[in-house]
């Protein structure tokens, strides 16, 4: 990723504190070319998805068909998933979304909009809406 991404993610990450710390883990994407077999690129994408995911962890899957939650929606979440005391692993997909396989794992499904993010950008977007919602939850000022 372009170092204005990491830069950007790292800001919100950090300014999290460590009850909530936030850790990314990437995935290697599968090769693509033009004769690829997406379906079986998907799938091994998965796999790997499925294989970095904690014992345990409360699963949330991004994906577009999920829930838009609002900021108040995503604070009760995140208090919920705190009080819960597992990890949660929010999952992303490659280009094509995320396996059918992942999709099944995850106990919740979020939507950030209708609307295709780049990934250097969705990492961001997800660490600064994660930062205001225990921003809201703490009456911190940042959430306003």
């Keep these: 990723m372009p170092g204005w991404v990491q830069q ?25 070319g033009k004769n690829s077999d997406v379906a079986r690129i998907v799938k ?13 962890a409360h699963v949330v899957a991004l994906d577009i068909p999920g829930r838009p939650w609002t ?4 604070a009760q ?21 995320l396996a059918e396989a992942a999709k099944l794992r995850a106990r919740e499904s979020w939507s950030l909009s209708n609307l295709t993010f780049p990934h250097p950008l969705v990492r961001i977007v997800v660490a600064e809406q994660l930062y205001r919602a225990w921003s809201l ?3 911190h000022p940042y959430h306003r």
């Excluded at 900021?71 to 995503?74: F, G, R």
């Design 137 to 139: 939850l703490n009456n």
């Design 77 to 97: 979440a995140m208090q919920r998933w705190l009080a819960g005391g597992q990890a949660v692993a929010l999952l992303v997909g490659g280009p094509e979304g």
């Design 71 to 74: 900021t108040p929606e995503l």
């Design 8 to 32: 950007g993610y790292d800001d919100y990450a950090k300014r999290l504190p460590r009850e909530c710390e936030l850790v990314l883990k990437e995935v290697a994407p599968g090769k693509r």
């Design 44 to 56: 091994e994408e998965g796999e790997r998805i499925l294989a970095a995911i904690p014992n345990a």
